[in-house]
């Protein structure tokens, strides 16, 4: 009966055992008290325990009838005063959480494990930060937790850098695709960004099994940009937003996706000169600014004409000496506006009727709009309410319009060759425009 006192409640004992002395029983030797020493484990183990248990306390919740026992161990150790107490008050306020938001899709990434291991969570009410890419050149490191999902991010963010909420802004958080360096991903606002990580890194683990060279230093990168043009929502635009946005449509106009005349493009340049390095320097290097904020087709001009159109924007340039950031972001979008389509997404589709072989499907607010490939023409636009369905149909994107007749309602198939991904995209976009108007 000694031995098994010795067994079970040793000095190796994790649950202090007190085993009052009686006739019966025998004191330890020397040999097995130093026997038993050895069966201490040493700090580092516990501490990797509760790591453990800090990852495990955001991915689920224990059975019903061991959560109690859960609660009251993590209820005995918590103790701010010091390390291992402390991972015990992250770890109640971690199962708090998950019990209200949920458990998880997936399990912990790379970079929410590395969280956990380098720093005390309990230092930190959002243990987890990750960069958020801006179109102007900038970002901002944005904390988050294991139950934070999409939309408490982008609040997050938003607070930060002054914007709206995305109802209004008609902005959203994209991340690249692992496979492809030409595609990306609207995050939906009801899911964990953790998951997104999580289920990010498999797919390049995965490729990397089979890759001949596996890109271990590829990353997810988040990109918050605007995604809906609202127009019933822009007169309360931040300053913040107006600028983002003057980003976002040259970089469209540069890609050829704005039908723009030579003095439009020279005004618009100016005022991007003036946002990016301010007042005009006679040092500055027009033909570099030239280069950067100029459509392709004026780049690759004879010499003579290339000096006379860097005379034309220093000339403008100069002219908005003083200017301030904010007051050429509103002209900038001033002189957008004008365009019908403004704000529209644009992607590009073969026409599987009619005579047009290729053409732009521009999406905003208003509705679905085909656009002549070469100059951007408007060539018919079909308002939401006029749409009866879209969607993929068979590899293509389809869309179906009624049209009101004297005493019947007919309808037409609209057909166009497009990439699968592309598909998927024009079709939530177009939902979420019905939704949000």
């Not at 999902?149 to 914007?163: A, C, P, S, W």
């Not at 709206?164 to 690249?176: E, I, Q, W």
């Not at 309808?411 to 497009?418: A, D, Q, R």
């Amino acid at each position: 009966m000694a031995n098994v006192q010795n067994l079970f409640c040793g000095g190796s004992s994790w649950f202090g055992c007190d085993v009052s002395s009686t006739s019966t029983s025998t004191s330890l030797s020397s040999s097995d008290q130093s026997v038993d020493a050895l069966r201490i484990p040493p700090h580092t183990v516990f501490l990797q325990g509760w790591q453990l248990l800090a990852l495990c306390t955001t991915l689920f919740l224990p059975k019903q009838k061991y959560q109690w026992f859960l609660k009251t161990h993590l209820q005995r150790n918590a103790d701010p005063r010091n390390e291992i107490g402390k991972y015990g008050v992250f770890c109640q306020r971690s199962l708090e959480r998950t019990m209200h938001c949920g458990g998880r899709e997936s399990r912990p990434s790379r970079m929410e494990v590395l969280s956990i291991l380098l720093r005390n969570p309990y230092h930190h009410s959002l243990p987890i930060s990750i960069p958020v890419h801006l179109l102007n050149g900038t970002y901002e490191v944005v904390g988050f937790d294991g139950q934070t999902t999409v939309r408490e991010f982008i609040q997050t963010l938003n607070q930060q850098i002054g914007m709206r909420d995305v109802k209004y802004s008609g902005f959203a958080l994209f991340t690249n695709d692992p496979s492809s360096k030409d595609i990306e991903h609207c995050l939906q606002l009801n899911i964990k960004l953790c998951d997104v990580i999580s289920k990010w890194e498999k797919v390049i683990a995965d490729q990397g099994l089979t890759a001949s060279k596996p890109d271990s230093h590829k990353t997810i990168r988040l990109v918050y940009k605007n995604r809906l043009s609202l127009k019933g929502h822009s007169k309360l635009e931040t300053d913040k937003e107006k600028v983002l946005l003057v980003y976002q449509l040259h970089e469209n106009i540069l890609a050829g996706r704005y039908a723009i005349s030579k003095e439009v493009m020279l005004e618009l340049t100016s005022l991007m000169c003036q946002i990016e390095y301010g007042d005009y320097k006679p040092a500055s290097k027009n033909s570099m600014v030239l280069d950067k904020f100029c459509p392709k087709r004026y780049k690759d001009i004879p010499i003579e004409k290339k000096i006379t159109l860097e005379h034309k924007l220093v000339t403008k340039w100069s002219g908005l000496s003083g200017r301030s950031l904010a007051e050429c972001s509103r002209l900038y979008l001033a002189v957008a506006r004008k365009w019908p389509f403004f704000g529209a997404q644009l992607f590009v589709a073969k026409c599987k009727y009619g005579h047009h072989n290729q053409a732009w499907i521009a999406i905003n607010d208003d509705g679905f709009s085909i656009l002549d490939y070469n100059s951007m023409e408007l060539v018919e636009s079909h308002d939401y309410k006029s749409i009866v369905t879209f969607g993929g149909c068979r590899d293509d994107f389809m869309i179906v319009i009624s049209k009101g007749e004297e005493t019947k309602t007919s309808t037409v198939k609209l057909i166009f060759t497009m990439s699968t991904p592309k598909i998927l995209e024009i079709t939530v976009l177009m939902a979420n425009y019905i939704n949000a108007i």
